[in-house]
């Protein structure tokens, strides 16, 4: 389960639009072993491809030498697709080198509501995992959990413990 705050899924959302039609990609990061996603940091798609991204070496390197220097690691790594389901796709699956990274695909493929997706891609093998929306800026207790793109509309109160 990838637990995440609406605020940075708002970002990533509006990074994600932004770079429409190409694919928007980047990282959010938090502090090593916790599974908490804390530090939103959009990047480049040195591909600027419509159909696929591609970190950007050098900033990845500077990306990921920060996070070291911070203590922190990769806790979700992002992307969106532009004219497909958020779903991985081959080239997604063979380049997932974080196999304790939380994989988020969001779909701007529909101009009024994104599907949101999480996934753990380790070995090659995909597993989809469920969403857990935190509101905290609206009230702490108050959750909205999305699955396999469904609309948010059940309340899920195992999400809270945070
Ligand atoms: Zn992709």
């Given at each position: 389960m990838l637990s995440i705050d609406r605020a940075i899924v708002d970002a990533?959302?509006?990074?994600?639009r932004?770079?429409?039609p190409d694919e928007a990609c980047g990282v959010v990061a938090g502090p090593a072993g916790s599974d908490l996603a804390t530090r939103h940091i959009p990047m480049e798609n040195a591909a600027r491809s419509m159909t696929f991204y591609e970190f950007d070496s050098m900033?990845?390197?500077r990306v990921w030498r920060e996070m070291d220097d911070?203590?922190?690691a990769p806790v979700v790594i992002y992307h969106s697709h532009t004219a497909t389901e958020a779903y991985p796709s081959r080239t997604?699956?063979?380049f997932a080198g974080e196999p304790?990274?939380?994989y988020l695909l969001v779909s701007t493929r529909e101009p009024d509501s994104?599907?949101?997706r999480s996934f753990r891609i380790v070995a090659g093998v995909v597993t989809e995992e469920k969403v857990c929306i935190l509101d905290a800026?609206?009230?702490p207790h108050a959750v909205q959990s999305y699955m396999f793109g469904q609309s948010p509309a059940t309340v899920d109160y195992e999400c809270s413990g945070r």
């Open positions: 990533i959302v509006a990074h994600a932004r770079d429409h900033e990845q390197l911070r203590d922190e997604d699956v063979s304790d990274a939380h994104e599907e949101i800026g609206v009230d």
